[in-house]
């Protein structure tokens, strides 16, 4: 079993930039893709990016370009830097794991979640 927990989450100005946390326990975290995922009230939750067990990322047309999707294996520890945030922006966002090396944008691909983490972005 994983367990998934988000921080980092908070209020900036459009324009800003916010850095989330996503702490994983589990022994085997370094051989999990990783996924990072937002929703709004009242909408589905909709893929940002993820991060595959050797690293290599990939992300939504949205926010390619502006959010970088990262990984320390040893802390166990992915991260979501969120740059040139704008309130379109505003969200949960989560965390997810797949028990596979890589996978893609859909959630049905992650066996794991996070709780989530409010970002706010104010115009």
């Known amino acids: 079993q994983v367990q998934l927990a988000e921080s980092g989450g908070g209020l900036v100005q459009a324009g800003g930039s916010l850095r989330l946390s996503c702490a994983a326990s589990g022994r085997t975290f370094g051989s999990y893709a990783m996924g990072w995922f937002r929703q709004v009230p009242g909408k589905e939750r909709e893929f940002v990016g993820g991060i595959t067990w050797s690293a290599y990322t990939y992300y939504a047309d949205s926010v390619k370009g502006r959010f970088t999707i990262s990984r320390d294996n040893a802390k166990n520890t992915v991260f979501l830097q969120m740059n040139s945030l704008k309130p379109e922006d505003t969200a949960v966002y989560y965390c997810?794991?797949?028990?596979?090396?890589?996978?893609?944008?859909?959630?049905?691909?992650?066996?794991?979640w996070g709780q989530g983490t409010q970002v706010t972005v104010s115009s």
């Open positions: 997810a794991a797949a028990r596979t090396a890589v996978a893609g944008s859909r959630q049905y691909e992650y066996d794991y």
